[in-house]
């Protein structure tokens, strides 16, 4: 992803690194920061990449984490590792039911049916109370993960946590970073670029949507998980439209035409509401108006903004890019 | 020529748009290794017979018979999967893919690899080459890496037409592939579609009268929504009916 491997390697150093350099409070700021930060390149993978804007890509998020909390209550013994990865395999499955009806649709249809499907699924967790215990919420107990060495690692504490769910974070970046460079990826830009002309050179329209929907959330329903286990807590809201339409600010925020765009417009949205929330009662009032300047002058996202101050421009494009907004 | 099989067959195709009569009773067959131009006033219903021969439409009534299956009604990425290649009247390209990537998606069609989830696309040389190679027959070559947005117009048209044969079709069906070019770009157009579909059989909707006449070995002319006569260029030249119903006001049309 570096021009430089060793920089990478110090990058990562530098975040296994974070639990000794912040206190409690910023460091479960920054674990909300990975898991919303995977969550919103998984959105971008489906709207940057393929072009499909949903609005409901909180529903593969919320059936993670509630998939991972019904895993853990339910299976006695069951390892923590086990209980996530289910929980993800359970989101990109939903995905690749929803995805069957949504993506022969398009354009505004498409984004409004697959908000239909996650208020669907929020009625749900609202009313299977026996299941998902209604508005309270279902209580997560996270077990704690045991090496083949007999070491215990607790999960009760935060810096152990982190370095899970940073690991889990990164292995996922890089697998969906890999997978755009691939031909499937990028038979998904087609998808967004032209999909009549790609049908008329072969490419299965229906079969490429659905699996470039399904892998997207695949990767959100492992945000719901990490998102699910950190707050030990799911409730109908991780489902909701809130979640849904915060994703896509945060995409939008951070610039939806670079792979890691997304993850920094979500890194600056939550310390942005940290601080306005702390400052004044009416933040949503601030983020609002900011949504709305980016959207009107700075519609590459910080991304764009930064490769503008610094001068940085992209060379010849080695490979098929994710969106830049068009004005009309 | 006679001798040939038939690549495809159209067999009493008919179709309107809600209840507009826009094909009623298409027969044509189209031989193997043909050239074949199909010629009309507009309106006659060339770009739709080219929609239900690619899949775009269901034709009302009829048949296409291609190689003697049955592909009536087939969706287009199974028909193009079976060889039959098309170019589009209205430029229809990758618009904010470079050349490079816009003709490299054709190859990995060509090659069947639209699903590989695992290769690294920019790590495959086999795959950089033959796109490579396919650009070097073009004079699009210099422009690789040129979004395809940002080309000329007649450049937008090679690139169209590489699309095309990209994916090796056996049939190639070109729709108006000189559509707004000027006469150099014309003339060029016409000995660039004569190399790329050697040995390939050739199926255009033209309105050039020139290009026709140069590229096609037999020609077909659509006169609302029926074949009224398919034969040799001197033959079609020669027939009464179509020189009252199109040719003779066509050519004055072009002379002005």
């Known amino acids: 992803m570096s021009r430089a491997p060793w920089l990478g390697a110090l990058a990562v150093a530098a975040l296994y690194a974070v639990p000794w350099m912040l206190d409690t409070v910023r460091l479960r700021m920054v674990i909300e920061i990975l898991y919303f930060g995977l969550f919103a390149v998984s959105f971008n993978l489906l709207f940057g990449y393929a072009g499909l804007l949903s609005f409901g890509h909180a529903a593969s998020f919320g059936v993670g984490g509630y998939a991972v909390g019904l895993v853990l209550k339910h299976v006695a013994g069951v390892p923590l590792v086990v209980a996530m990865a289910l929980g993800a395999l359970a989101g990109a499955l939903a995905g690749l039911l929803i995805g069957a009806f949504c993506v022969r649709l398009r354009g505004t249809y498409f984004a409004l049916l697959t908000l239909a499907f996650s208020q669907f699924l929020n009625a749900i967790a609202l009313k299977w109370r026996d299941v998902t215990r209604g508005d309270d919420g279902l209580t997560v107990a996270v077990p704690d993960i045991t090496l083949p060495g007999g070491t215990v690692i607790r999960m009760a504490s935060a810096a152990n946590f982190y370095w899970l769910a940073l690991t889990i974070v990164l292995l996922s970046l890089w697998a969906a970073w890999r997978f755009t460079r691939t031909p499937l990826g990028n038979a998904g830009v087609l998808m967004r670029e032209n999909d009549e002309r790609a049908a008329f050179l072969g490419y299965n329209v229906f079969a490429t949507k659905l699996i470039m929907f399904t892998v997207a959330s695949g990767f959100a329903a492992v945000a719901g998980v990490l998102f699910a286990t950190f707050q030990r807590l799911i409730s109908p809201a991780a489902l909701d439209l809130p979640i849904g339409t915060e994703v896509v600010f945060m995409a939008v925020l951070g610039g939806t035409g670079a792979f890691l765009g997304p993850f920094l417009g979500a890194a600056v949205y939550i310390v942005v509401q940290d601080w306005l929330s702390k400052t004044s009662e009416h933040w949503p009032f601030f983020m609002g108006l900011a949504f709305v300047l980016m959207i009107l002058f700075a519609h590459t996202g910080l991304v764009g903004l930064l490769g503008a101050l610094t001068g940085w421009r992209r060379g010849p494009v080695p490979q098929a890019t994710p969106a830049r907004p068009e004005t009309a | ?256």
């Not at chain 2, 034709?59 to 299956?69: D, F, L, M, N």
């Open chain 2, 1 to 256: 020529m006679s001798a040939q099989p038939a690549a495809l067959e159209l067999r009493g195709i008919a179709h309107d748009f809600s209840g507009l009569q826009v094909l009623s009773g298409i027969d044509l067959t189209i031989r193997e290794g043909e050239r074949h131009a199909i010629i009309g006033p507009n309106g006659a219903g060339k770009s739709t017979l080219f929609n239900i021969m690619t899949g775009r439409y269901t034709p009302r009534a009829g048949r296409v018979v291609y190689r003697g299956r049955d592909i009536t009604g087939a969706s287009p990425h199974r028909i193009a999967r079976l060889g039959i290649g098309r170019s589009f009247q209205i430029i229809n390209i990758f618009p904010r893919l470079t050349v490079f990537e816009n003709v490299r998606s054709a190859v990995l069609s060509r090659r069947g690899r639209r699903l590989d989830a695992w290769r690294r696309l920019d790590r495959d040389a086999a795959i950089a080459r033959e796109t490579d190679e396919l650009l070097a027959t073009l004079r699009l070559a210099a422009r690789r890496d040129t979004p395809a947005s940002e080309l000329s117009y007649g450049e937008q048209r090679e690139l169209e037409l590489a699309l095309t044969v990209a994916v090796q079709p056996q049939l190639v069906l070109l729709d108006e592939p000189t559509a707004g070019l000027n006469s150099d770009d014309t003339r060029r157009a016409i000995d660039l579609i004569r190399r790329v579909t050697e040995g390939r059989t050739l199926v255009m909707v033209e309105h050039d009268m020139d290009v026709v006449f140069t590229l096609a070995d037999r020609v077909s002319v659509i006169y609302y929504g029926r074949v009224l006569a398919t034969g040799t260029c001197d033959e079609i030249r020669a027939n009464a009916e179509v020189k009252r119903a199109y040719l003779g006001r066509k050519s004055s049309a072009a002379a002005s």
